[in-house]
C-alpha cells in the first residue's frame, strides 16, 4: 500500500519541474492528481504517463476563474480533494533601481498572488484533516540582488501560509511551506548556463552540491501524508544547508559574462 492511498491531490504548476515531480510521487504513493498548469503539451505528457491516475485542466493560477475551475473539476473528477500543492511560480532579474513595474507585478501576481488565490479555493474544497503545501524558495529567507521581486513574493507566500495555517486549523487541515534552494529544472537552466553561479551555490550549501526535483517530492510526500499529522504553519528548508551561507553573487556573475 502507498502512504497516499485513496487520496485526491490538486497540483498547480504541475507540468514540469518540481511540480511534475511532486507529481509522478504522489501517483506512486497511491493517489490521484488533479493537475493544473498553463504548458499544453506538458499536461498531455502527463496524460499519456498516468492515464486515469491524473486529470489535467489549462490552468492560470493568476486568474481567479481558472483556479476555481480546477478546484471544481478535482471534485467532479475524484469526489473530493485531500491534498493541495501549491507551486506555480517563475522567477526574474533586475535590479530595485531597474525592474520594470510591470516585471515587479508579473512575479508578485504569479509567485504570490496565485498563491493566494490558490488557497482561497482550494482551502474551502479541501476536506477536514487534510494538507496543503505552498513552495517558497530558499530566498523567501536569503535576499539576492536583482531578485527582489522574487524574494518578496516567496517571504510573502511563507507568511500566507502560517495565517492560512491559523485559519484551516480548526477543520483539522494542515498548512505547511516547503523552502527549495538551487533544484535542477528546465526553469533554472539558465543559472546552470552559468558555472561561477552553480559553484558559489554549492560552495555556499553545507552538502556542497544542488537538489534534484525528486528530493523536493519526497518531502512533499511526507508532508501530505499522515506520518506529518502534527506538522502545520511549518517552513521546511529543503536546501542542502544553503540557509547557512550566502546567496550567489548574481549581479558580478552576469558582469563576468561581458568581461
Same mark, same amino acid.
Not at 490552468?59 to 480546477?70: P, R
Given at each position: 500500500?502507498?502512504?497516499?492511498?485513496?487520496?485526491?491531490? /490538486?497540483? *498547480?504548476?504541475? #507540468?514540469?519541474?518540481?511540480?511534475?515531480?511532486?507529481?509522478?510521487? $504522489?501517483?506512486?504513493?497511491?493517489?490521484?492528481?488533479?493537475? =493544473?498548469?498553463?504548458?499544453?503539451?506538458?499536461?498531455?505528457?502527463?496524460?499519456?504517463?498516468?492515464?486515469?491516475?491524473?486529470?489535467?485542466? %489549462?490552468?492560470?493560477?493568476?486568474?481567479? *476563474?481558472?483556479?476555481?475551475?480546477?478546484?471544481?473539476?478535482?471534485?467532479?473528477?475524484? &469526489?473530493?480533494?485531500?491534498?493541495?500543492?501549491? +507551486?506555480?511560480? !517563475?522567477?526574474?532579474?533586475?535590479?530595485?533601481?531597474?525592474?520594470?513595474?510591470?516585471?515587479?507585478?508579473?512575479?508578485?501576481?504569479?509567485?504570490?498572488?496565485?498563491?493566494?488565490?490558490?488557497?482561497?479555493? !482550494?482551502?474551502?474544497?479541501?476536506?477536514?484533516? &487534510?494538507?496543503?503545501?505552498?513552495?517558497?524558495? %530558499?530566498?523567501?529567507?536569503?535576499?539576492?540582488?536583482?531578485?527582489?521581486? $522574487?524574494?518578496?513574493?516567496?517571504?510573502? @507566500?511563507?507568511? %500566507?501560509?502560517?495565517?492560512? #495555517?491559523?485559519?484551516?486549523?480548526?477543520?483539522?487541515?494542515?498548512? +505547511? *511551506?516547503?523552502?527549495?534552494?538551487? @533544484?535542477?529544472?528546465?526553469?533554472?537552466? &539558465?543559472?546552470?548556463?552559468?558555472?561561477?553561479?552553480?559553484?558559489?551555490?554549492?560552495?555556499?550549501?553545507?552538502?556542497?552540491?544542488?537538489?534534484?526535483?525528486?528530493?523536493?517530492? #519526497?518531502? #512533499?510526500?511526507?508532508?501530505?501524508?499522515?506520518?506529518?499529522?502534527?506538522?502545520?504553519?511549518?517552513? @521546511?528548508?529543503?536546501?542542502?544547508? =544553503? +540557509?547557512? &551561507?550566502? $546567496?550567489?553573487?548574481?549581479?558580478?556573475?552576469?558582469?563576468? /559574462?561581458?568581461?
Amino acid at each position: 500500500m502507498g502512504k497516499l492511498d485513496g487520496k485526491v491531490a /490538486l497540483i *498547480t504548476g504541475a #507540468a514540469s519541474g518540481i511540480g511534475r515531480a511532486i507529481t509522478e510521487r $504522489y501517483i506512486a504513493d497511491g493517489a490521484c492528481v488533479m493537475a =493544473g498548469d498553463i504548458d499544453v503539451a506538458g499536461l498531455a505528457a502527463l496524460e499519456a504517463q498516468f492515464g486515469s491516475s491524473v486529470a489535467t485542466l %489549462l490552468c492560470d493560477v493568476t486568474s481567479e *476563474t481558472e483556479v476555481a475551475a480546477l478546484c471544481e473539476c478535482a471534485i467532479e473528477r475524484f &469526489g473530493h480533494l485531500d491534498i493541495v500543492v501549491a +507551486n506555480a511560480g !517563475a522567477g526574474t532579474y533586475g535590479l530595485i533601481t531597474d525592474l520594470p513595474l510591470d516585471e515587479w507585478r508579473r512575479i508578485i501576481d504569479l509567485c504570490l498572488t496565485g498563491v493566494f488565490i490558490t488557497l482561497k479555493h !482550494a482551502g474551502s474544497r479541501t476536506s477536514d484533516g &487534510g494538507s496543503i503545501i505552498t513552495i517558497a524558495s %530558499l530566498n523567501a529567507i536569503q535576499p539576492s540582488q536583482g531578485m527582489s521581486a $522574487y524574494c518578496a513574493a516567496k517571504a510573502g @507566500v511563507a507568511m %500566507l501560509s502560517q495565517v492560512a #495555517a491559523m485559519e484551516l486549523g480548526g477543520r483539522k487541515i494542515r498548512v +505547511n *511551506t516547503i523552502a527549495p534552494g538551487l @533544484v535542477e529544472t528546465n526553469a533554472t537552466s &539558465g543559472m546552470f548556463s552559468i558555472p561561477i553561479i552553480i559553484e558559489e551555490f554549492t560552495e555556499n550549501a553545507t552538502l556542497s552540491r544542488f537538489a534534484q526535483a525528486s528530493e523536493i517530492a #519526497a518531502v #512533499a510526500s511526507f508532508l501530505a501524508s499522515d506520518e506529518a499529522s502534527f506538522m502545520s504553519a511549518s517552513f @521546511v528548508s529543503v536546501d542542502g544547508g =544553503g +540557509n547557512t &551561507g550566502r $546567496y550567489p553573487n548574481l549581479p558580478q556573475a552576469f558582469a563576468s /559574462l561581458n568581461t
